[in-house]
């Protein structure tokens, strides 16, 4: 009986005779299907991949994981700590660091900055902002300025040094403001003067413009610190630094120390991306909908050219569920075709677009010079199984219709 219902099915999606134009409209619908899928997969495996290349770049800037304190209180024992952090076997990495917002002056002209202060020799082990360097290099000890006049070394980031003129050797001074020993007492300022031993490229715009490297000794000096703000981490596995950390802040006796991932500091950046993400999915979703609505009007129309066979096959005894099931098999086939062609066709594309990266996009503009893909097997079989679902979908109400005519009046119908 099945194969008797496909087989019937298979014949009706020609469309002969009458309205021959049915197989046409039958013919769109399955491109429609296909369209959406292929669309689908492109455009969902492009927004992995820029998710993926911001991730990447984030985590070669910062740090899996931190280990602070409570109340922004200093960490005044940091090496005694990194000891016990990294003798969990999950940690490949610790360093301390501190941040702190300033000023930084080159030629009479000022900018607000982010200030990151590391060891030299540690940050290497947690960022990998000594790879991102793209003129001089990695120095934050004492270096001889274009002036022959030795400084501390800094290096900043490339938007940052773009926007004031700022190259290699240069003399730049950094400002903060330091708070006073009591609520009553007025906040100073401390300056320092720093040689730019090398310009970095993160490829994030925020974190080149923004973002400046020092010594830990020279922030102490600069902040009047006693200790670190606190301790980068770097894990085996980055999606679970969370944790990770955890369980090296158990392993410290807990508070007063807490800890918080690179994912908990980007929450809404990876947040906004998920959303994106779906909106890409409903918004293309419409095309496979527009598809269902052709699959629909086909198949009513369909019903209207064969009434008579219906009729003739309920009067040889053929079921009303069967005929339900014929109709039914009509948009199933449709979407079958259309969403594996749709989707092959995507994942073909993606597949070539990531091998050979023929798709360029401008530097200037974007971060990286070619279209980022990355496909997961998750996203292409949801697609796939929506689109078939689609279809599906679309066959109930004009297969219902069918099956519920009476076989007297369907042989009468000319």
């Not at 369209?35 to 911001?54: C, D, I, M, P, W």
């Not at 000023?103 to 982010?114: A, D, K, L, N």
Request: net charge positive; proline share 3%; hydrophobic share 50%.
């Amino acid at each position: 009986m099945a194969r008797m219902e496909l087989f019937i099915a298979l014949r009706y999606l020609r469309g002969k005779r009458k309205i021959g134009f049915i197989s046409w409209i039958t013919y769109i619908s399955a491109a429609g299907v296909c369209l959406g899928s292929f669309v689908l997969v492109v455009a969902l495996s492009v927004a992995n991949g820029f998710e993926k290349e911001v991730r990447d770049r984030i985590i070669g800037t910062q740090a899996h994981a931190k280990i602070l304190q409570y109340y922004a209180a200093p960490i005044t024992r940091p090496d005694s700590l990194i000891k016990i952090i990294r003798k969990n076997p999950h940690v490949l990495g610790a360093a301390p660091y501190i941040s702190y917002k300033g000023v930084i002056e080159h030629q009479q002209v000022q900018e607000g900055i982010m200030i990151m202060a590391a060891y030299q020799k540690l940050e290497g082990t947690v960022t990998d902002v000594d790879k991102a360097i793209s003129f001089g290099e990695f120095k934050l000890d004492s270096t001889i300025s274009e002036k022959e006049r030795r400084y501390p070394g800094i290096v900043i980031g490339i938007g940052l040094a773009d926007k004031m003129g700022i190259r290699q050797g240069a003399e730049v001074v950094l400002m903060t403001m330091i708070p006073g020993d009591s609520s009553d007492s007025e906040p100073s300022t401390k300056m320092m003067r720093f040689t730019v031993s090398g310009v970095f490229e993160t490829g994030m715009y925020e974190f080149d413009l923004n973002l400046v490297y020092i010594s830990i000794e020279s922030a102490k000096a600069l902040l009047n610190m006693n200790g670190v703000e606190g301790i980068q981490i770097k894990t085996d596995d980055l999606f679970r630094a969370g944790a990770i950390a955890a369980q090296v802040r158990d392993d410290l006796g807990g508070y007063p120390y807490r800890s918080v991932d690179w994912q908990a500091q980007n929450k809404s950046l990876f947040q906004w991306m998920k959303l994106e993400r779906l909106v890409i999915f409903l918004v293309i979703s419409l095309i496979m909908v527009v598809a269902a609505f052709n699959i629909i009007s086909s198949l009513i129309m369909m019903i209207l050219e064969k009434k008579r066979e219906i009729g003739i096959l309920m009067s040889m005894g053929t079921t009303p569920g069967s005929i339900m099931r014929v109709f039914m098999l009509n948009g199933i086939v449709i979407g079958f075709i259309g969403a594996t062609i749709g989707t092959l066709m995507g994942v073909a594309l993606c597949y070539i677009q990531y091998r050979w990266r023929f798709i360029p996009l401008p530097g200037d503009i974007y971060f990286i010079n070619t279209l980022p893909v990355l496909i997961r097997t998750f996203d292409v079989v949801v697609i796939y199984i929506s689109a078939n679902l689609i279809c599906w979908l679309a066959t109930l109400y004009p297969a219902w219709t069918a099956s519920t005519m009476l076989p007297a009046e369907s042989i009468r119908y000319e």
